[in-house]
């Protein structure tokens, strides 16, 4: 289907795309405004058009940073009503950043208990100050509240699946979106596509961007009796050692009326349900008596893919493969890598008026989300090495985290998403305490 961009213009927004052909564009490279940073052709009488596949946060924030730049967006979204399977722990900056509303929140976690293989404790949440916590929500709610206000802004919601994305022959010909909605197929050609999709992601198949490795994690959302749910007012708790996963941690995090209990791992992924029980048993006395209402189960990107921009396409969110290590966090850099991609197509298109490539995009998009979390991202991983490889790792971490020093860097970076500022001294300490941990554990010299 070798469609020219001109016959976008005419396209309702919903139609089939038209499958006859139109002449070549003409465009002449005249019209390229020479001082512009950008070297692609204005596009005359229309606006840019774009597809956002996945109505996560990803694909929410991209459709709303979209729609604020000028572009015409159209936000798909399979299951609207659903909830994806997740924690919804957040950090305490995504709140501002973001504009979420307070009354989204369920529970404002202030106390955190990491808890070893042989069950020694640590409060993890000494250093956080009297305004500080881990908001914790349900999925459902943040989703759809970040999904109405980019329609509210002006991004075009389609409730709708999207079967596949047909690439073009030619590099200024349209991409085309394939999708069912209604009980019915339907097609719409676009400019440029951000795939949003998660972790199966289509968009990705679509443009070979190739596979990455996934974690499996499974939660139980339990409801509690009232005077156990009291225990877990405003705490969370995190669980290590090879009962619970043999490369993850296990958590009971509190939702609005129940805790969700659940675990993740990469290697033993057949073994989940094992794990799971693990944790159950490990909890046992805080969580029995409680009523398991729902049970789901989701994969975790563990790296990036290989390429996250083809063409005028984009990966962004866990399609892109943007879930740290160790913490298992995604929610945040799945809205920030939204967001900063569409503010790329923005900048890139002047404000929906000119074509963009794939320079555009790499340059605009994936540099700047590279030079910014790349480091965050490898440090994590390695981490997540060291640490929760055994039990020995594992023992080693929890007597670390008991030291007020690593755990006011923590919660400095997790909740304000930017490296805490060291002390010399504090550091040097630190190396030193983390190597005697690891040599009272056996890692060191093994
Ligand atoms: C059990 C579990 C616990 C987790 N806990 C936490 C946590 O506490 N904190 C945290 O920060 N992260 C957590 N994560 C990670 C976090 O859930 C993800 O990183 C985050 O959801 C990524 O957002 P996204 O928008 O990229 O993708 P998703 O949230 O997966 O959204 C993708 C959207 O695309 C839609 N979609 C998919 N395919 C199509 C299609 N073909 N057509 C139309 N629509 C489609 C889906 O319905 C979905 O709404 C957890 C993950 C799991 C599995």
Not at 42 to 52: C, D, F, I, N, S
Not at 230 to 235: K, V
Not at 296 to 304: K, R
Not at 402 to 421: D, H, I, P, W
């Amino acid at each position: 289907m070798a469609l020219q961009f001109q016959c976008l213009q005419v396209f309702s927004p919903l139609s089939p795309v038209a499958t006859t052909r139109s002449p070549s564009s003409s465009r002449s490279p005249s019209l390229v405004i020479a001082s512009s940073k950008f070297h692609t052709a204005p596009l005359l009488g229309r606006k840019l058009r774009a597809a956002v596949i996945g109505g996560g946060p990803a694909g929410s924030s991209a459709a709303e940073a979209l729609a604020a730049g000028g572009v015409e967006t159209y936000l798909f979204e399979r299951s609207p009503s659903s909830a994806k399977p997740c924690g919804g722990a957040l950090p305490l900056c995504m709140l501002s950043e973001f504009d979420i509303p307070a009354h989204l929140i369920d529970r404002h976690v202030t106390r955190m208990k990491i808890i070893s293989p042989s069950n020694i404790a640590v409060d993890f949440g000494k250093t956080l100050k009297a305004h500080e916590f881990i908001p914790m929500l349900r999925r459902e709610v943040l989703d759809s509240f970040l999904r109405a206000r980019a329609q509210s802004i002006g991004a075009n919601i389609i409730h709708g699946l999207v079967l596949n994305l047909e690439v073009p022959a030619s590099s200024n010909a349209p991409y085309v979106v394939h999708y069912t909605t209604e009980n019915s197929m339907r097609s719409l050609a676009v400019d440029v596509v951000i795939g949003a999709d998660g972790a199966n992601s289509r968009v990705a198949k679509s443009i070979d961007a190739g596979g990455y490795t996934c974690a499996i994690a499974f939660q139980e959302r339990i409801k509690l009796p009232e005077e156990k749910m009291e225990y877990y007012e405003n705490l969370a708790e995190m669980y290590v050692g090879n009962d619970v996963s043999p490369d993850f941690y296990a958590w009971v995090f509190p939702k609005c009326d129940h805790v969700a209990v659940g675990t993740g791992t990469v290697c033993s992924k057949q073994d989940i349900k094992q794990y799971q029980s693990g944790i159950r048993e490990r909890a046992k006395s805080k969580i029995s008596g409680g009523k398991v209402i729902k049970v789901e189960a989701h994969p975790i990107p563990e790296h990036p893919r290989a390429r996250r921009v083809i063409g005028r396409v984009a990966l962004v969110g866990d399609a892109a493969g943007y879930v740290t290590k160790c913490s298992g966090e995604g929610i945040y850099f799945a809205a920030k890598s939204g967001r900063m991609c569409g503010e790329a197509v923005v900048r890139a298109s002047e404000g929906g008026e000119r074509m963009i490539g794939e320079r555009d995009l790499k340059r605009e998009y994936l540099r700047e989300w590279d030079a910014k979390y790349v480091g965050t991202f490898r440090f994590l991983d390695l981490l997540q090495r060291v640490f929760y490889g055994d039990n020995a790792g594992r023992e080693a971490l929890v007597e670390m985290c008991g030291n007020e020093y690593v755990q006011r860097m923590t919660f400095e970076s997790y909740l304000y998403k930017k490296l805490a500022e060291g002390n010399r001294v504090e550091d040097a300490k630190l190396m030193w305490n983390t190597i005697g941990s690891l040599i009272k554990c056996g890692i060191v010299g093994r």
